[in-house]
């Protein structure tokens, strides 16, 4: 999945990012993961079983990257939710209310402050807030 701005078409509601040589429904782009662009750690993927030794470094959303994405996805689905009621689902807004009970209020405004740096990222934490404000 990509944001907006990386998908390489101006199309407003392309659904599809153009990652040469790739096809054009490889990497679907999705509005509200400019936050998740930069604030964001390497984490330590490691296997369920012990016997497997393998383990994996990933960059991984931090927790206000993943509230700000959700709250994004619930305000376009309740915007649609007129003509397509069955895009509105609870386990969204239950994903942010998980976010919101079990990480810091302190890390959580810090990692909202950290998406000021870009542009692109502050615009959507800010939509982000003001919907889950309202």
């Known amino acids: 999945m ?3 701005h990386q998908a390489g078409t101006t199309k407003k509601n392309a659904r599809g990012a153009r990652i040469p ?3 054009d429904n490889v990497g ?3 509005p509200g993961l ?3 662009i930069i604030d964001n750690a390497v984490n ?3 296997p369920f079983e012990d016997s497997d030794p393998r ?3 990933l960059r991984i959303a931090n927790p206000a990257a ?3 994405a959700k709250a994004v996805k619930v305000a376009e689905r309740g915007q649609d939710a007129g003509r397509q009621p069955g895009r509105l689902r609870d386990k969204d807004a239950l994903d942010m209310f998980r976010l919101l009970q079990a990480i810091d209020t302190g890390n959580l405004a810090a990692g909202l402050r950290s998406h000021r740096r870009e542009p692109r990222a502050a615009r959507v934490s800010t939509d982000a807030v003001q919907f889950i404000a309202r």
């Open 34 to 36: 400019e936050p998740a």
């Open 66 to 68: 993943l509230l700000a």
């Open 21 to 23: 040589p790739h096809a």
């Open 2 to 4: 990509v944001a907006p």
């Open 55 to 57: 383990t994996h470094p």
């Open 44 to 46: 330590l993927i490691a």
């Open 28 to 30: 679907p782009t999705a």
